[in-house]
């Protein structure tokens, strides 16, 4: 928000504190109050009613400061509809309908307090420090609440390093290939707080991690303080033995900058390891955090245990956390193997916080104006999440479509390879209804004009006219990256609209010789218009469905130092790059959005981002988990990835299934292309390497057909069904099992997703959000809701065939395969053969199936099976609308409620209430009571009761 000006309400009153006025002053606004308090960091205090539950809080280092409006918000504040009084002796208390707060006249400080009158959040800590950047003055800042407390927070965006319950993490909030930072997080409590800061930002402590030398006592093996001793091996022979200061290969220059001359450069050498002895010990005792960044391959040892076998692609290392305890006197003995192939490798650490601060919501920012901030609160989980929505922008309605199956490669290199995949599918009849045509279909030196290559996409049109068709969907991969040789860059650049330093460096990408690029800087209108003109007549205009937006972080060079790269993203409008760090994709998509909305007013649109912010979803944009690699520790993350991205207000998230890079032992036969001009694996692989590959990918897929876009894409390894799984095989037959499964699922999945538009709610969903008083379920990583009804249990142990599954408290849960009723508050062990992933559905649920289709609106008559999990009362809102259009903003869609009384074994089908253009008007339902040891799956056409529907009510006793 802007504060431009103060409108007064009331006079401005003084505290008076022993004798004389000391304790600050505040006046009432049209919208909040404003709180110049008598010392504390912050000498003005802005307050603002958002909403009945939501209060903006702004704390500012000087009095009367303008502030650039938000990016991320987009909600107005309220008046009149709030009080505010004077309370004890040095505080007032601004208090709305369902939230208020009060502030210390003294100091600035704030508690929160909920509905009934309890407080939910209290300050506890505060900093504001002055920073230059590029010669302006901003503020590096901190707020901290709830110290010690309990309480359980989730969100932050999506982050794979297994975190689910945040409390007593650290989560870096700062863009990257894999990681999406959205400052938001909610409580198990009911509430939540949204950071609006745009710059590089931090949930726990503020302190950024630093080499192991910066905190810890480190002496490598011959006794030398100091360091670590580095042995490095080439062929398997020992080459040079030294001491190393730290272990410095984090970034492209660190590795060029670092790397032992007498060796040769690395990039000519061939099996190489490399391998770091050292002990560490601390002066502070207790449970410290460390980070392993890395690529290639990974093996790490603490006091001769593994902690962490991890590979990566070598162009895109991440950080993996790990703990470490110290006792005081006790050291702790370190051992790190790498074998790098093109990839970097370092440990980072930080020294232990004390107990309150650790457990607490602490949020703080590298540049900042002001601390900017808001609070909600609500009844439920959902609620709070709604209140983000509220604040941010509602998600719009996706097409049906965007719930079926995608299929993509990385990547289809010409059209007929498309539309090959296309026909094959519609041969078989696995259910498809999204193409994906990703990167490099334009000319090789003309990455930007928006232009095909005409030798290998002679016909765009025609490709998108044959999809059509046969009733599939085009989506084309889009990116904010031009070669400076482009005309586009031309134009752009003119304007003032290139980030042009990464040119005039000289900066080669990876594509053939490598060619001179940047990344168009979206901040400016104009620049968002020219984005969309350029390509409207090349691209749009062809008739393409959905748009992905990859590379929004924007990776303008990968690998640089932070220092360099935040030279790369700027300047913009707002100042130097790092002020803007983290919204790249959120106005990047804004502006897409907009135009499309402008030239399709009628057309619900898709976007796809590889990147994300707050506000997001408003722009019709779902995320996904980025260039993950094909590990089973990475198939892991990617669960808890997924629900912390729904529970931060983002709801339509996927995954590469299959994970989109993989190790060479797994790229065997015919291959696709591979990006960074690597080479890839032997013709001719080894069979358990096969097996474990082909399993990842199934338990991979299964997972992906319980997620909210169910979506196959991957580089080298083909992975189209019929590409990656043999005929006739289990495999094959699992994967198209899950396919169709995912289609006579459709009724259930659409009204979930209609949930996301109209109820603000949330397909991918922990289980503390519908059982928050299960301090069991609080930190449960592995095992999430799909909608409310299905619990989904992935399986991501290559060769188990069954796992525990905790069941949550105040429900009894049906195996969906065999008909097993489990009771709530145990953890049974749950069969997971090779072709099954365990779910289970909750008593009282009511899950409406269809029957199998090609893609989702073919039968839209077709019968509905309402199968009724008896044990319980339960009930469910069937959603249907055209599923295209825009229509549904006018009110044209249907609901019809369904309900269970598991008393009188009585189901009601409720009057239909609202219709829209080509609605089924007379449907059949068919009524399934599941009883324990009933199976779901055994038979999807089974029916105890047939009944004709109409619209109106229908009553059908069990």
Known sequence: MRFKSIVPAASCLAVMVSGHALAGTFEKTATGIVVKP????????????????????????????????SLMTVAAPVSGTFSVAASGKDKVTLKAKKISVAVSLATGQVQFFNAAGKAFLSQASESMAPVDIGGKPFMAVKEGFNHGTKDAYYGLGQHQNAQMNLNGEDVLLMQHNMAIAVPFVVSDKNYGVLWDNNSISRFGDAKPYGPMVRDLKVVDDEGKAGGLTARYYIGGKLALTRHEKDIAYQYLKDVAENWPKELGDIKTLKDVKVVWDATLSSDKPGVHKMQLYSSDYATLSVDGKQVMDVWRQGWNPWYHNFEVKFEAGKPVKLHLEWKPSGGMVAITHNDPLPEPERHSLTFSSEVAQSINYYVVSGDSMDKVIAGYRHLTGQAPMMPKWAYGFWQSRQRYETQEQLLGVLREYRKQGWPVDNMVQDWFYWPQDQWGSHDFDKARFPDPKGMLDEAHKAHARVMISIWGKFYANTDNYKELAAKGHMWTKNVEDGALDWVGPGYKNSHYDPYTKEARDIYYRQMKPKLIDLGF????????????????????????????VYGAGEITFNPYSLVHTEGFYQGLKRDQPDKRQFILSRSGFAGIQRNATAVWSGDTASRWNNLYDQISAGVSISMSGIPNWTHDIGGYAQEERYQVGEVGSAQENRVTGA?????????????????????????????????????EIHEIAPEGSPMRDSMVWYDKLRYRMMPYIYSAAADIHYESGSIMRGLVMDFPNDDAVKDIKDQYLFGHNIMVAPVYVYGARERSVYMPKGASWYDFYTGEVHKGGGTPTIKAPETRMPLLVKAGSILPMGPVTQYVDEKPDAPITLNIYTGADGKFSLYEDDGVSNAYLRGEFSRIPLSYNDKTGVVTIGERVGQYKGMVAKRQFKLRFIKAGVSSSDDFDAADKVVAYEGKPVTVRK
């Open 38 to 69: 008598d010392t504390g960091a912050a000498k003005e205090v802005r307050l603002e009613v958002m909403a009945d539950n939501i209060i903006h809080v702004v704390k500012l280092d000087q009095s009367g400061k303008d502030l650039t409006p």
């Open 683 to 719: 013709a001719k692989g080894n069979p358990e390497d096969m097996k474990e590959w082909r399993e990842l990918n199934l338990r991979w897929f299964q997972f992906g057909a319980f997620s909210p876009l169910f979506r196959s894409h991957g580089e080298v390894v083909k992975r």
């Open 545 to 572: 469905d959905a748009w992905w937006m990859d590379n929004t972080e924007a990776d303008v060079l990968s690998n640089s130092r932070l220092e360099d790269f935040k030279k790369l993203i700027g300047p913009t």
